[in-house]
């Protein structure tokens, strides 16, 4: 096991031939953010919001399907489609408000299997339960240490 994964820290890295491209790198997984179309106005690939997006939508369906394992209940498949929006506040005249941030996620849940109305209504619930998602609107501080 490498020192990386002993400390549990993920990599990532760009080099000046190719500044837009990033390569990110969790244990043995490598990954790629590509944003060298942004001058074009092309998704050359999948861009830092998207990972985001990624981990959210990941966690809320594995988080359903162990929930639903647990209670035993007939959850066949759990998909979530994701979007990131910012909103401009106007002129933040709200900025106290929680609701009236700069950025906004929107979930749209579908669920199968033969689920009662009970049981769709407490999985809605459950959904807005993992942890990715309270990480996310609970808001996280991310200080920055310079290495030699």
Same mark, same amino acid.
């Given at each position: 096991?490498?020192?990386?994964?002993?400390? $549990?820290?993920?990599?990532?890295?760009?080099?000046?031939?190719?500044?837009?491209?990033?390569?990110?790198?969790?244990?043995?997984?490598? =990954?790629?953010?590509?944003?060298?179309?942004?001058?074009?106005? &092309?998704?050359?690939?999948?861009?830092?919001?998207?990972?985001?997006? $990624?981990?959210?939508?990941?966690?809320?369906? &594995?988080?359903?399907? =162990?929930?639903?394992?647990?209670?035993?209940?007939?959850?066949?498949?759990?998909?979530?489609?994701?979007?990131?929006?910012?909103?401009?506040?106007?002129?933040?005249?709200?900025?106290?408000?929680?609701?009236?941030?700069?950025?906004?996620?929107?979930?749209?849940?579908?669920?199968? $299997?033969?689920?009662?109305?009970?049981?769709?209504?407490?999985?809605?619930? &459950?959904?807005?339960?993992?942890?990715?998602?309270?990480?996310?609107?609970?808001? =996280?501080?991310?200080?920055?240490?310079?290495?030699?």
């Amino acid at each position: 096991m490498s020192l990386t994964e002993v400390e $549990g820290f993920v990599t990532v890295s760009a080099e000046s031939t190719a500044p837009m491209v990033a390569k990110i790198q969790a244990g043995t997984d490598v =990954m790629t953010i590509d944003e060298s179309g942004i001058a074009q106005g &092309i998704k050359a690939g999948a861009d830092p919001y998207d990972y985001i997006l $990624g981990a959210l939508g990941s966690c809320t369906v &594995i988080t359903l399907h =162990m929930y639903a394992q647990r209670k035993g209940w007939p959850l066949e498949l759990a998909e979530v489609k994701l979007r990131h929006e910012r909103i401009h506040a106007d002129d933040c005249g709200n900025c106290e408000d929680q609701d009236a941030r700069l950025s906004h996620v929107t979930k749209k849940l579908r669920l199968v $299997g033969e689920l009662s109305p009970e049981q769709l209504k407490r999985l809605k619930a &459950i959904s807005e339960k993992c942890p990715v998602q309270k990480t996310l609107q609970a808001g =996280m501080k991310v200080s920055t240490e310079l290495l030699s």
